[in-house]
């Protein structure tokens, strides 16, 4: 117990020591950003105590409760979802405490761009109340994970559709023979990596002398999928194009492949990890990136605008030691703070709360739980499905995308 207190001390006063140098120079235009910093700290203390905790918390009565001591990679994937969830309960307070926040006079709005080393100690305080909680609720917390993890790639998939639909906008705008041919290119290489990847899937997961039925039909399911995504952008009457088309099939792809990675172990069909560790070092590396990209693309495009907000020399940087005298400074001042927010406070942080669940998932697998015996539980299938699943939502988002303005023509999309 006690050298466990002291492991979360340290990770503790090793976060706050690292923010208090920039805690003072945060302003409002860079306050976004620096919540993305404290979410990428999350993920590193994440990927530290799930290397180093598991001896330690073996030590914890109220952890280790069980007959017989779990594996070491059950401590691993507790020590993560405990920090998971501490940062969870912190971005979801503050969703719940900016709900209604309209205009920047609301005292909620200095809140939110401001009191970043009482941030910093609150979000060290839960991380570490955490490992104080019995195994149910941080089994529990793992479950909900898996479907918040499920939201968080759909919010994935809306900011590719916004992403993929804005880059063929900018190179059709500027109506050059080049930037055509770079458009045709890059589609091209697209689909040929979705057919050469859906040859590798069938190779991985359809292994001969196996009845493998659920899988072929998860990659052929696809694979009409991404025919259809060119046969409707392509149609006349659609005013679609064939780049946010193959970009598209290529992530639907690859999460088909994401899902049927995800099947146990011991699966017959599963020829990719049947032998070996349940999340690969390269996986695991590539599905942080993503994920640290994803937040920080959503956090600056949910700040994007074309108000110019405040400098950082405004009292809202840092409120000043005596009243201001000038009484034409003050009306200026009341005016700004009058101003709508340029995007939703209540939104933005829950962003973040799913990111956290996406990412406890992939520094666990998605594959361990708790069980009444302590021992690991294959829960491979829920996360297969979730993955499937949201690979046919970002199908139907994106055809309804392009289907929708002439169904509601009189809408704006």
């Known amino acids: 117990m006690w050298a466990a207190s002291c492991l979360a001390s340290c990770c503790a006063a090793c976060a706050c020591d690292a923010c208090r140098t920039v805690v003072s120079g945060i302003s409002r235009r860079s306050a976004r950003i620096a919540y993305c910093g404290?979410?990428?700290?999350?993920?590193?203390?994440?990927?530290?105590?799930?290397?180093?905790?598991?001896?330690?918390?073996?030590?914890?009565p109220w952890i280790n409760h069980f007959h017989k001591t779990p594996d070491r990679e059950w401590f691993e994937t507790d020590a993560v979802l405990r920090v998971s969830l501490g940062n969870f309960l912190f971005f979801t307070i503050l969703a719940v405490l900016m709900v209604g926040v309209k205009n920047q006079k609301d005292p909620r709005d200095s809140l939110h761009h401001g009191g970043w080393m009482m941030k910093v100690i609150c979000w060290c305080i839960l991380?570490?109340?955490?490992?104080?909680l019995p195994n149910e609720i941080v089994s529990f917390y793992e479950s909900i994970s898996k479907f918040g993890s499920g939201l968080f790639l759909l919010v994935q998939v809306v900011l590719l559709l916004d992403f993929v639909h804005g880059w063929n906008d900018k190179w059709v705008g500027y109506d050059e023979q080049f930037w055509y041919i770079a458009l045709f290119v890059v589609s091209l290489v697209c689909?040929?990596?979705?057919?050469?990847?859906?040859?590798?899937?069938?190779?991985?997961?359809?292994?001969s002398g196996q009845d493998c039925g659920l899988n072929i039909f998860f990659i052929v399911m696809t694979l009409i999928l991404v025919f259809l995504f060119a046969?409707?952008?392509?149609?006349?009457?659609?005013?679609?194009?064939?780049?946010?088309?193959?970009?598209?099939?290529?992530?639907?792809?690859?999460?088909?492949?994401?899902?049927?990675?995800?099947?146990?172990?011991?699966y017959e069909c599963n020829g990719l990890h049947k032998h070996s560790k349940a999340v690969s070092t390269g996986t695991l590396t590539i599905g942080l990136f993503t994920t640290v990209l994803s937040v920080v693309y959503s956090a600056v495009r949910a700040g994007s605008s074309t108000t110019l907000l405040s400098p950082p020399s405004s009292p809202r940087a840092g409120k000043p030691l005596l009243p201001l005298e000038n009484k034409a400074e003050v009306e200026h001042d009341e005016k700004e703070k009058a101003k709508p927010?340029?995007?939703?406070?209540?939104?933005?942080?829950?962003?973040?709360?799913?990111?956290?669940?996406?990412?406890?998932?992939?520094?666990?697998?998605?594959?361990?739980?708790?069980?009444?015996?302590?021992?690991?539980?294959?829960v491979g299938w829920p996360s297969v499905w979730v993955r499937i699943v949201t690979g046919w939502a970002t199908a139907a988002l994106y055809l309804w995308s392009l289907v929708a303005p002439i169904m509601f023509p009189e809408r704006e999309f």
């Not at 991380?127 to 104080?132: H, P, T």
């Not at 990596?193 to 040859?199: E, H």
């Not at 064939?242 to 995800?262: E, K, N, Q, T």
């Open 191 to 207: 689909y040929l990596a979705t057919f050469v990847f859906s040859g590798f899937l069938f190779h991985w997961f359809s292994p």
């Open 341 to 378: 927010v340029t995007y939703s406070y209540a939104f933005f942080h829950i962003i973040f709360s799913l990111a956290s669940m996406y990412s406890a998932m992939l520094l666990t697998g998605w594959s361990t739980s708790v069980g009444e015996s302590g021992k690991l539980v294959d």
């Open 38 to 60: 404290l979410f990428a700290l999350s993920l590193i203390v994440s990927w530290i105590l799930r290397e180093v905790a598991a001896p330690l918390m073996e030590k914890l």
């Open 231 to 266: 046969i409707v952008a392509l149609h006349p009457a659609v005013s679609g194009s064939i780049l946010p088309a193959s970009v598209i099939s290529f992530y639907c792809m690859y999460l088909c492949y994401s899902g049927l990675a995800s099947e146990p172990r011991e």
């Open 127 to 132: 991380v570490i109340f955490m490992f104080f």
